[in-house]
């Protein structure tokens, strides 16, 4: 079992910067899928940015150039860089990892961006 807690949301200005951070409660190095995921009101969640395998990354087109996801596994934290936010990046963030055939979420990180 794996719990993952994420923190560095908040509110911020268009424009603005932010880095998310998820910090897991064991070891990810044999996570297959370490990724970011959000969901904004009335809105299904949807994928921001994973890592496959440890190498492999994949973002959203509505992300691209202007997040950055990694992962430090010294300390057990996966976390994403976000600049040049816009007002619909407004949402709540999850982490999600994936250890073989387990998948493990975190409880959310608001991020609201205000025009």
């Known amino acids: 079992q794996v719990q993952l807690v994420e923190s560095g949301g908040g509110l911020v200005q268009a424009g603005g910067s932010l880095r998310l951070s998820c910090a897991a409660s064991?070891?990810?190095?044999?996570?297959?899928?370490m990724g970011w995921y959000r969901q904004a009101p009335g809105k299904q969640r949807e994928m921001v940015a994973i890592i496959n395998n440890g190498v492999t990354t994949t973002y959203a087109d509505s992300v691209k150039g202007r997040c950055t996801i990694s992962r430090d596994y010294a300390n057990n934290t996966v976390y994403l860089q976000m600049k040049s936010l816009k007002p619909e990046d407004t949402a709540v963030y999850y982490c999600?990892?994936?250890?073989?055939?387990?998948?493990?979420w975190g409880q959310g990180t608001q991020v609201t961006v205000s025009s």
């Open positions: 064991g070891s990810i190095f044999s996570a297959n899928v």
């Open positions: 999600r990892i994936v250890v073989r055939t387990a998948s493990y």
